[in-house]
């Protein structure tokens, strides 16, 4: 299934706290990407990285933010800032920033109450 | 930006017809066009994809088709089986990807 993983499958949180979600992969791909999934909506962009130490917002980066300190690494927190946290996030990496190929990984469905 | 649109966003289909899903997108700079194919709670997986210099590339049952004059390109499966039951998303990339709202396709035995 491609070599990228996240944690946990299912993730439940108290509104008001911060939570991190993992993104890990071991495919030696550049780039990394968050996406967020609603019923109905498709995928939004939420931050992406193209190499180590650098990222960028996407579309719905408000209340969200990321680090790259390592290649492999690219962990998503959804901060209490974000007003509508619930949801289904979905990492996905790319060999490079040339055009290709997104392979995702399997998904982290967080719930807030 | 570059904005995706799909349609439609649910299909119903007898088992062995046809079905044909269609995006546009604005970004005249987009130059990659790929399908993915969604299972229930599991994650997207690519079938198939086509670059601006084609404008058809067929695989097995699923083909797609590109029309970069207009911004549209379409994916068509032929002799749709149930396990074609899923949501399709179409994206359109320059260097960003973006992602239409999706397809969700029911093949009917």
């Known amino acids: 299934d491609g070599g990228i993983t996240q944690s946990p499958k299912y993730l439940f949180r108290k509104e008001g706290q911060n939570v991190t979600l993992s993104c890990e992969q071991n495919l030696n791909h550049d780039a990394m990407y968050w996406y967020r999934q609603d019923p109905g909506q498709g995928l939004r962009l939420i931050y992406y990285s193209q190499i180590v130490n650098d990222f960028q917002k996407g579309d719905i980066a408000e209340g969200y933010s990321v680090s790259r300190e390592k290649k492999e690494s690219f962990p998503l927190t959804v901060t209490s800032a974000q007003k509508n946290p619930t949801a289904f996030y979905l990492c996905?990496?790319?060999?490079?920033?040339?055009?290709?190929?997104?392979?995702f990984g399997p998904g982290t469905r967080l719930t807030v109450t | 930006g570059e904005n995706v649109e799909q349609h439609p966003s649910t299909l119903s289909v007898q088992e062995g017809d046809s079905a044909v899903i269609k995006c546009t997108y604005s970004d005249s700079a987009s130059n990659y066009f790929p399908w993915y194919k969604q299972e229930l709670g599991k994650r997207p997986q690519l079938i198939i994809d086509?670059?601006?210099?084609?404008g058809e590339k067929k695989d097995q049952r699923i083909a797609v088709t590109l029309n970069k004059t207009a911004k549209h390109f379409s994916l068509h499966i032929t002799e749709t089986q149930p396990e074609d039951s899923a949501v399709y998303f179409c994206a359109a990339s320059d260097n960003d990807m973006r992602f239409g709202a999706g397809t969700r396709l029911t093949v009917k035995p």
């Open positions: 996905a990496s790319k060999r490079d920033t040339r055009i290709g190929e997104q392979y």
């Open positions: 086509i670059r601006s210099n084609v």
